[in-house]
């Protein structure tokens, strides 16, 4: 999306994600989560730039990834 409505900015920071988050072992998956939780600063925020119905899921997604990280720490297993 972020390149359909020419937001290169967003579509360079956003790339390299996807793979990241799907192939990062667990020390480099916790550093892409932080980096796509980054996105939604409060001065400058990928909500500005993308429609709601894309950003809110991934920020959702994102939250639910940290919070099972933390959980796996908590255990004793991170």
Not at 8 to 14: G, H, I, S
Not at 39 to 48: C, E, L, T, V
């Amino acid at each position: 999306m972020a390149r359909e409505l020419g937001r290169e900015r967003w579509e360079r920071y956003l790339a390299p994600l996807p793979d990241r988050l799907r192939d990062e072992p667990l020390a480099g998956l916790r550093a892409a989560a932080r980096r796509a939780r980054a996105a939604y600063g409060p001065k400058d925020s990928i909500r500005d730039a993308l429609p709601a119905d894309l950003t809110e899921p991934f920020l959702a997604a994102i939250d639910r990834l940290v919070l099972e990280l933390d959980r796996r720490d908590a255990r004793g297993e991170g």
